[in-house]
DNA sequence: GAAATGTTTGACAAAAATGTCAAATAAATT
DNA sequence: AATTTATTTGACATTTTTGTCAAACATTTC
């Protein structure tokens, strides 16, 4: 039971799939036998492993944080140079977003629903230290001067948004899909261009 | 009939409840019912002017792509030096998210699940003119040389993303409504500041 | 002010989605 | 191999949401 391979338990199984369907596939009210039929299983095996459709995508929500939150403190806990650990938190981030491109969206439309984040605390510390570096490199004179918050929004925006909103800007901007990802390949060295000064 | 007010023409109040609904709520499955009821009429009403749920859908959807063409049009068809149509553009969309912050994460969940953006040729126009402006400004030095696709994605995404993203943001970033509200007052200083070369 | 037209309502029907259960099957334990 | 336990299934019940309709009401038109 220990040792049962994670592929064939139902469990993770369905898990996995919700993910896929919200995070990979941006259907945010998928149904119950929508998610079933993505993982080949019985629909009421939701109800089995997971005792409510509301349960199952409480736990999904939360796995969204969890993954969140380790990004974040991989970026702040690794002892680069900041300029480093700027470079190596996009490759990470376009890398995981090649998998979960919606993951963002998709906590907003929750929280927009009324489910809320959870361990504010810890996350307030991780930006705290944040803050403090990026004041120090405002000094030595590597970014431009502004509110640190400020960068950090900057830095997240222009990550996170052509990732995000992927659909709306490809169509708006007409790029097929290949070209898109060609554009989305390029924009790392675009971020670090615009967040650092030359 | 044709002097009626808006106000109480029941059609047009639906449509803009369900806008509010949408767009400035964020609640993107809510049910004919909870708009009908924070639209104060009968939910039976929906269907009597507007056939179905869908129908009503479909034309909010298409609401929301013209307010987003016309608010593209304005900046690129005004004969403003190329900074102050960005700075003018800043502050139309500032003003507009302060109604409708989730218009552009509606669009993209509505384009997710299958709906998809009309009227492509002409954004491609305007989309042109605006590239060949930016190149301009590139040459001046102005700002920065990279594609003026990428220019465009750092404009909106700077300008965007904070506001789309809020409740995240202002979550994870441990912010309240008032202290962000302030963020954002001080984000437009902060754009010009990153777009442009001093 | 009577007839015609447009609007609103509640009762009902239909559809869609979720949840429950007991029986069937499979797996583990003795 | 028999027994216990865990998993899976389909049939059914419940709940939620949407759509229809005729009657009530209001407004306009003649």
Redesign the pocket.
Known sequence: ?SA?SLD????HLIKETAKRVFFTEGRF???????ADAAG????????????????FEIVFQDAQIQEHDLMEKIIFSNLSFKEKISQHLDTFFEQTKKYPYLEIYMVTQMNQGNCYKDKEHMNMLLDKFYLEVAVEMEKGNIDKMRPEQFVLNFVSLMSFPVSMRPLLQETMGFNNESYDKLLEERKDVIMNTLFIK
Chains 1, 2 share one sequence.
């Open positions: 039971m049962k064939t338990d139902t469990e009210n998928a149904t119950t036998q929508e998610i299983v019985n629909r009421t095996l939701i109800n089995y492993y997971f005792r409510s459709r509301n349960n199952l």
